[in-house]
């Protein structure tokens, strides 16, 4: 008999937040056949927290949680719900997501000892979580953040016209004011260049971009739509030919292969896992993190080169491929 899955991760979409990839995993997995229970939606992080560990009461028998471990605040949640089932004997899996884990790791030794070494298995979306995991001794096995490859129709960029696409929550971990200041230093050369933004604020950042982008009088050349639906921003996306991440920690974003997917020449920085993903010169370009002068390079060098351009757009897709649902469920069905 399966057993009915427990997903511990925030399900806030309905307050306005972007959906996290845990409430990706959880929907796909329902849809595979599997009872999901999904916890929790509470906006309040106490309530939350009271909540999930609720859940894990009321349906302790027959069950394995799902453990979503982010690097921040969060990561305390992942503990106690890890705990509790420890105290209750409910096997549980941590899904490692965060991009800071492994100084996670060692700022907190003695907790994630007890919450990884104790788990029925560690699953990292990247070989960049699994070395920092298996450095300690820890079980590990590495399933990729999935993408219905569907969803994201190709567009093969054949050169790029400076118009930029960033997609991400407002926060200064993602470090977003770099693309604005990518723009205006983009500005003295090309006045026709042009960055849409989109996504929600996390943090007050999308305020300090939309001061910045004032004082720099950029309000003709960049763009914020808020947080948009899949449907309306991959429709947007197909009039931009060139993506941007400027993120100074990260894991192995989402939003990267869906940019991929959709057949995006990439320009990151290589923070985290990135570099698991985007092979230099090949599928993407990677850069230093916080860095303005070496993300400025690479972009004119796309716009001087549309050879370049094209061979890192076919690249891209080729890449996002090898993350589609019908491939990952496999990895999960012989886990659960």
Request: charged content about 15%.
């Amino acid at each position: 008999m399966t057993k009915k899955i427990i997903y511990i991760d925030n399900f806030l979409t309905k307050h306005g937040y972007t959906p996290t990839i845990g409430a990706t995993i959880a929907n796909l997995l329902t849809n595979e056949g599997f009872t999901v229970v999904k916890t929790s939606s509470v906006k309040n992080k106490l309530l939350r927290l009271v909540d999930m560990l609720y859940a894990l009461f009321k349906n302790r028998k027959n069950s394995i949680a799902l453990i979503t471990v982010y690097s921040g605040s969060a990561f305390y949640f992942a503990y106690a719900c890890a705990w509790l089932c420890r105290l209750l004997h409910i096997e549980y899996i941590p899904c490692l997501h965060g991009g800071n884990l492994p100084q996670r790791i060692i700022n907190s030794p003695k907790l994630c000892e007890k919450l990884f070494r104790n788990s029925k298995i560690n699953v990292a979306v990247s070989g960049y979580l699994e070395n920092a995991v298996k450095q300690k001794g820890w079980n590990v096995t590495v399933i990729p953040n999935p993408i219905n490859i569907q969803n994201y129709p190709f567009t093969e960029r054949v050169s790029t016209s400076l118009k930029i696409f960033w997609l991400r929550s407002f926060h200064e971990i993602y470090n977003p004011l770099l693309a604005v200041e990518l723009i205006y230093e983009l500005k003295k050369k090309y006045s026709f260049v042009s960055l849409t933004m989109v996504g929600p604020d996390k943090d007050g950042s999308l305020e300090v971009c939309k001061k910045r982008v004032a004082e720099l009088s950029l309000q003709n050349n960049i763009s914020f739509t808020g947080l948009l639906s899949l449907q309306e921003w991959v429709a947007l996306s197909t009039s931009h030919d060139l993506f941007l991440n400027t993120t100074n920690f990260d894991n192995l974003p989402v939003s990267l292969i869906e940019a991929m997917a959709l057949g995006f020449p990439v320009i990151s920085t290589n923070a985290g896992g990135i570099p698991y993903l985007i092979e230099q010169n090949i599928n993407g370009i990677l850069v230093p993190t916080n860095n303005l002068q070496t993300m400025l390079d690479p972009v004119e060098a796309l716009y001087q080169n549309p050879s370049i351009t094209n061979q890192l757009s076919i690249q891209a897709r080729k890449t996002a491929e090898q993350y589609d649902w019908s491939s990952i469920k496999l990895q999960w069905k012989k886990i659960l």
